[in-house]
């Protein structure tokens, strides 16, 4: 069994309410992944995926009835052509 995690942080050049983002720091993903190599080739995955809106972002979600943050469930298989 391995194991990979990463970290993604999205950032936004200017205030667009049309788009609901807010300049600078707009959200942060991380991402945990428990995956079994059958064969290098290919590896079944589960994990989890996290999701948090900041600033002002966090809020133009929070006034269209949405809220900040989404947790999800991922799971598929990794394919590895050569």
């Known amino acids: 069994m391995q ?3 990463h970290v993604e942080l999205n950032f936004a050049a200017q205030d667009t309410a049309a788009t609901r983002m807010d300049a600078g720091l707009t959200d942060a993903e991380l ?3 428990l995956r079994h190599e059958i064969r290098r080739e290919s590896a079944p995955y589960v994990g989890i995926s996290h999701n948090a809106k900041t600033g002002r972002t966090a ?5 269209v009835g949405e ?3 989404t947790s999800s469930y991922v799971a598929g298989v990794r394919f590895w052509f050569r």
């Open 3 to 5: 194991h990979s995690s």
């Open 67 to 69: 809220g900040p943050t």
């Open 31 to 33: 991402n945990l992944r």
């Open 59 to 63: 809020d133009y979600e929070r006034a």
